[in-house]
């Protein structure tokens, strides 16, 4: 009985055949095989595991697809207008700052081309010409195609340079990080809860979605208990209460309640919502942003979820600055995490997160049937 438990947690190799295994080579062949299948189940658990040994898959953000060659440069039609006296710059920047055409979508561009005593202003890309001040000697306005974004590598600053003087604005490249096999477990465990969660909900009314955040693997005291939660829109005919939203809020409300961070000192018990002040990309943030609403809340942490959430919990978790999300099944419908959109790769984001999908069978663990137009 027990030796039947234990080979089914493995992959299934109660149902090999002694019948069928011809060789012992085959034999051992096929022994290995479902070894191979859960791998970081055995052993020391600070051994790393290899990438194509773990049971899920990273979803790659396309933004880390840089424009390298000339024509793979993204580029969008602007307004620019000679200046044929460099006296009247600083007059030309005055004005475009006061005439509104100032816009955030051209931020990663320079204002001013020089090419020798020679200046270009680039105003704008609205779809009519802007009309200029009356200032001496002033060309009309005309299109020249400029970058969409700015540059992420210096070879890309070089070919984007050709067409307009763009930002250089290095990303901190992705690389996958190393797992353990005890953090691997740390996460089997959490994602067979949200599945056993998941299929006790389905025997009600609800929606079978779970989501939970655990105790972080390597610094458990950042979150002094695990947090989950069902979806929950039908039994309370409420239309946002989705399992992630319902476990941020969870979160916040757990948080309001704990000492504020003004206060915090050693006897504190968890360090709340420190934030990671110390990575680049959260620089934009201002500091006088308010750490006990959405923001902040799941730094450092990892969400776990039956499925792909949708856009609207992507957001959310954008918001709450989680560290990884993983799930079970996707929703290439409806789904926020590299479904019908990958919100932590669109480019005003300012914030990203890990996102993995568990790899249907590993660990036992197998999918939970959901509508696939259900926004999850
Ligand atoms: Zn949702």
Not at 16 to 33: A, H, L, P, Q, Y
Not at 180 to 205: C, I, N, P, Y
Request: charged share 25%; aromatic share 6%.
């Amino acid at each position: 009985m027990i030796d039947e438990e234990i080979d089914q947690s493995w992959g299934g190799l109660s149902v090999i055949d002694d019948d069928k295994v011809g060789t012992e080579d085959d034999r051992r062949n096929v022994t290995e095989d479902n070894a191979d299948l859960d791998v970081w189940n055995l052993g020391n658990p600070d051994d790393i595991v290899a990438e194509e040994d773990l049971p899920f898959t990273r979803v790659k953000l396309s933004l880390d697809e840089e424009e390298e060659e000339i024509d793979a440069v993204r580029t969008m039609q602007a307004w620019v207008v000679d200046i044929p006296d460099p006296k009247y710059i600083a007059t030309m920047l005055k004005w475009l700052k006061q005439s509104g055409l100032d816009s955030a979508s051209l931020v990663h561009l320079k204002r001013i081309r020089r090419q020798g005593n020679f200046a270009t202003l680039l105003i704008g890309t609205s779809p009519t010409p802007p009309p200029l001040p009356d200032v001496v000697g002033l060309s009309a306005p005309y299109q020249i195609s400029v970058p969409c974004t700015p540059a992420l590598t210096l070879t890309s600053l070089e070919l984007k340079n050709t067409f307009w003087p763009t930002v250089y604005a290095p990303r901190r490249k992705w690389e996958p990080e190393n797992w353990t096999k005890g953090k691997v477990r740390w996460a089997h465990s959490a994602m067979k809860l949200v599945q056993e969660s998941a299929k006790s909900t389905s025997k009600g009314d609800d929606l079978p979605i779970v989501a939970r955040v655990p105790q972080p693997y390597e610094d458990p005291g950042s979150l002094s208990q695990p947090f989950v939660a069902n979806d929950s829109r039908i039994s309370t005919r409420h239309p946002l209460r989705h399992a992630v939203l319902n476990v941020i809020r969870q979160v916040a409300d757990y948080r309001a309640l704990q000492p504020s961070e003004s206060a915090s000192n050693d006897n504190s018990p968890m360090p709340i919502l420190t934030g990671d002040t110390s990575s680049s990309e959260d620089e934009q943030i201002p500091t006088d942003v308010p750490r006990n609403g959405a923001h902040y809340l799941l730094t450092g942490q990892t969400l776990f979820t039956t499925h792909e959430p949708c856009v609207m919990c992507s957001m959310a978790l954008l918001h709450s600055r989680v560290k990884e999300v993983f799930y079970l099944v996707p929703m290439p419908l409806t789904g926020g995490c590299g479904g019908l959109t990958c919100l932590p790769a669109l480019k005003p984001v300012n914030h990203r997160f890990t996102i993995a999908q568990w790899k249907a069978g590993k660990g036992d663990l197998s999918p939970i049937t959901l509508d696939e137009n259900t926004d999850a």
